[in-house]
Every structure is written in structure tokens, then in C-alpha cells.
């Protein structure tokens, strides 16, 4: 018995929750608890082992065993790791205009209290100046070879530059033999379209009945501004008071995600974030490797793009 049958591999910040959603409301496909365990994405959470993974999947029911886990997309290991382990598998990514995906991002970290510049533009311009600081005049390399370079138990899904250079994560799986399976979110969220791109999304997971539960009126996770920004931190900071006191009193990790969850649903004002700051006042080296690695998802998907180059501003 193989550990999982596929794997949805991101993108952060692209649909992916809402995807977890709708694909247990199918009933016969089997996903961990939580949602999300990091077993290939993070070495140290690899190092568990398969007994500790397939626990996970106790709460299960199903015969297709999968899991989404966004921090694979962006990972330089984990390609690797999932071929040495399970072979060859279906890998669904859904992939997001990359500037609007890193703003969301942004967002995300904000309201959790992550340690992050204030301004979108200034956290940006942190990976730019990490990027430089490797060497190297293309952007994309240069952050590549500063996350080779850091300790392998760092998380590079963190950097919001890095996940949105898709092509190469693509490229860095199908390399490995997966069969990659590409899917735009803005498709997966469209009233028009979107219950016929989940449908092709089962089909290529290997699920062969009729696709129940989408909606686009029950997106998940969405970003939203907190009623307390000091309550989430408490909530979402490693060491946090908050987090630190669930994990005394809630041994299970599974059981502390779904505290962790009620948190911050609570904590969620409804109110809209402001909109991202003018492309044009953003780094020009991010817009640049955005664009470059557009381009060639482009030539690789066969999907236009056009409105993702629009938005990044460049010449």
C-alpha cells in the first residue's frame, strides 16, 4: 500500500483550502488531519517516518489516499523525496497571478503576526536585498542558491517572491517523473468554469465518480483583516503565549489545528484588506523574474497569460 496516490502541491494562497473542502465533501477520498502535515515538504517532520505519516489519515475514510500540501510547490526537496519514497505520482498545482498570490500572502502574514516589514513593496525589497546578497544578476537563481545554501530545515515556502516562480518548480517536478497536472485559480474560482476545472482536477487525481460540493460561494481562507492583531500573533507566532498554552493543554496536533482554526475564524472581521499597492512601485527585479517565469509557463501550459503580464507592469 502506497503512502498517498497523489498530492496537490500549491500554490499557497491559490484555493487550496477550499480544494480540501470539496474534495471530502466526495466521500470515497481520504486527506489527513490536519490538513496539512508538512511530511514532505519539511525534513525535520519527514524524519517521523511513514508510521507517524499514515496516522495522520486515521480520521480517514476512502480508498484515495492524498494530501495538499502547499509548501511542496516551492520546496527544493521535496520533488525528491516523494519519488524515493512513494514513486512516481499525480500532482495537481494551482497556480495564481504571481504578484496578487505573494500580496495575499502578505496579508496572511500580517494577520498572523509574523515577523515582516510593514509595506508589501518593503517586504519584497528584504528577498531582493537576500537575492543579492547570494550573488548572481538573475533574481530567480539568486534566491534559489540563498536557499541552498540556508539550513535545510528552513521553510522557502515563507519567501513570497520565491513560491510564484513557477516554471522552475514545475520543471524541478515533472523532473523527478511526476505527472504534473496544471490548473489556473482564477479558472477553479470562476462561477463559469470552475466546477468543470474541479471535475478535471478529480479526473487527474485518479477519482473516477461524478464531483459533488463545489461552489464558489464556499471559498476557504480568504483574507480578511483581524479584529486583533495582537490575538493572532498570540494565536500563529512559533512561541506565541497563545500557541504555547493550546499546546499544553491539547496534546493532540490535530485537535490544536482545529483550535488554532475556531481562533481565527473568530478573530476574522469580515472586513476587506486594502487593494495591493501600484505594480509599478513594487521591486523591479521581482516583476521582472515574474514575468520571465510567465513567459515560460506560457510556452509550457499553452495557456494565455496575458492578464498575469498586464498586471505585472513591465515593459
Known amino acids: ?8 502541491i500549491g500554490a499557497q494562497k491559490a484555493g487550496t483550502t477550499s480544494l ?14 490536519p490538513k496539512e502535515t508538512y511530511y514532505f515538504s519539511k525534513e525535520n517532520v519527514f524524519a517521523r517516518g511513514e508510521e507517524w505519516y499514515l496516522a495522520r489519515f486515521a480520521e480517514a475514510s476512502g480508498t484515495l489516499r492524498g494530501e495538499i500540501d502547499p509548501g511542496c510547490l516551492p520546496s527544493l526537496w521535496a520533488p525528491g523525496r516523494v519519488r524515493e519514497t512513494v514513486g512516481a505520482l499525480p500532482v495537481v498545482a494551482i497556480l495564481r497571478e504571481p504578484l496578487g498570490r505573494a500580496y495575499s500572502q502578505f496579508l496572511m502574514n500580517q494577520a498572523r503576526g509574523r515577523d515582516q516589514p510593514a509595506s508589501f513593496a518593503g517586504a519584497l525589497a528584504r528577498e531582493v536585498d537576500a537575492a543579492a546578497a547570494a550573488g548572481g544578476s538573475d ?21 513570497l517572491a ?46 473516477d465518480g461524478d464531483p459533488t460540493g463545489w461552489t464558489a460561494a ?17 494565536t500563529f507566532r512559533q512561541g506565541g503565549r497563545a500557541k504555547r498554552l493550546v499546546h499544553r493543554v491539547v496534546p493532540s496536533r490535530a485537535a490544536r489545528a482545529r483550535v488554532r482554526d475556531l481562533l481565527g475564524r473568530a478573530n476574522a472581521s469580515g472586513r476587506t484588506p486594502p487593494p495591493m499597492p501600484d505594480a509599478a512601485t513594487l521591486p523591479v527585479e521581482i516583476r521582472l523574474a515574474f514575468a520571465q517565469e510567465t513567459q515560460a509557463l506560457k510556452h509550457l501550459t499553452g495557456r494565455d497569460l496575458s492578464r498575469w503580464l498586464a498586471r505585472l507592469a513591465v515593459d
Open 139 to 159: 533574481f530567480g537563481d539568486a534566491l534559489e542558491r540563498s536557499i541552498r545554501t540556508a539550513d535545510r530545515r528552513s521553510d522557502p515556502s515563507n519567501k
Open 162 to 207: 520565491w513560491t510564484g516562480l513557477y516554471h522552475r518548480h514545475l520543471q524541478r517536478w515533472s523532473g523527478e517523473g511526476h505527472h504534473v497536472h496544471t490548473f489556473l485559480f482564477e479558472d477553479l474560482v470562476n462561477p463559469d468554469v470552475g466546477a468543470r476545472i474541479f471535475a478535471r482536477i478529480l479526473e487527474a487525481v485518479g477519482h
Open 218 to 234: 464556499r471559498a476557504s481562507n480568504v483574507a480578511t483583516v483581524p479584529r486583533s492583531t495582537r490575538l493572532s500573533a498570540m
Open 20 to 33: 480540501h473542502d470539496w474534495m471530502l465533501e466526495q466521500g470515497d477520498i481520504a486527506l489527513p488531519t
Open 1 to 8: 500500500m502506497r503512502l498517498v496516490d497523489f498530492l496537490c
